[in-house]
């Protein structure tokens, strides 16, 4: 049970152009979901928490105009990468924390995210 | 905001018992403590959560003192698949978990 999935794995895209990642639950619902940037060699860091039916809440620092997420459903999120740029290039991974559990958060298995 | 403090890096043989100790001190009354270990280019993978005292599961073992000031999660008999970056955390503001550097654990045979 509680297995998360992002759904590329990888994907490679030029610069200016946007990149759509999605995060799904797969076998419990999740009101809330959480996006995590990870450069090499170095911690996850949280860029935004989403909330199922509402607006997200960015981190400071993360422009929210720039890493649009979207949480349409108790089972689906989605982070846009919009007019991406080589810094963005990392890796992008996603959590979901069970409607009524405990902190716990199950993480997905990453997007690899390269800007050429 | 809670915060953790781990030891950067351990090594270890396999076979061995492995303990990571992690501090928080400014743990709240409703923060849970949970450890994930990640491999390199994957996503964190839930190990063990507890609240207090000790909590074990087909994995590891959790010990976590009376003051809940830290935890240290035990990992028996090692072996070279442990090779990974454990990072323990606390539920902050109910929600938002916020990694630390974690702790890498190198296994040698």
């Known amino acids: 049970g509680a297995v998360v999935s992002q759904h590329p794995s990888w994907v490679i895209c030029k610069s200016g152009t946007s990149v759509k990642i999605e995060c799904r639950s797969l076998d419990f619902q999740a009101t809330t979901m959480f996006w995590y940037r990870q450069f090499p060699k170095q911690s996850l860091m949280l860029m935004a928490t989403?909330?199922?039916?509402?607006?997200?809440?960015?981190e400071q620092g993360v422009e929210k105009d720039k890493f649009l997420i979207n949480h349409a459903s108790l089972t689906l999120s989605t982070l846009t990468v919009t007019s991406a740029h080589p810094e963005d290039s990392s890796f992008y991974i996603c959590?979901?924390?069970?409607?009524?559990?405990?902190?716990?958060?199950?993480f997905g298995p990453g997007t690899r995210l390269t800007v050429l | 905001l809670a915060k953790t403090t781990q030891p950067i890096s351990m090594d270890s043989y396999e076979g061995q018992e492995v303990n990571i100790t992690c501090s928080h001190n400014?743990?709240?009354?409703?923060?849970?403590i949970t450890w994930y270990q990640q491999f390199p280019s994957q996503g964190p993978r839930f190990i063990i959560q507890g609240y207090k005292t000790k909590v074990t599961n087909e994995v590891a073992s959790l010990f976590i003192p009376a003051d809940r000031k830290s935890s240290t999660l035990s990992l028996p008999r090692v072996s070279l698949s442990d090779t990974a970056v454990y990072y323990c955390l606390v539920g902050e503001d109910g929600n938002k978990l916020v990694f630390g550097a974690g702790t890498i654990l190198r296994v040698k045979s």
């Open positions: 959590s979901a924390r069970e409607a009524g559990g405990s902190d716990t958060q199950y």
């Open positions: 989403s909330n199922e039916g509402s607006k997200a809440t960015y």
């Open positions: 400014n743990i709240a009354t409703n923060d849970y």
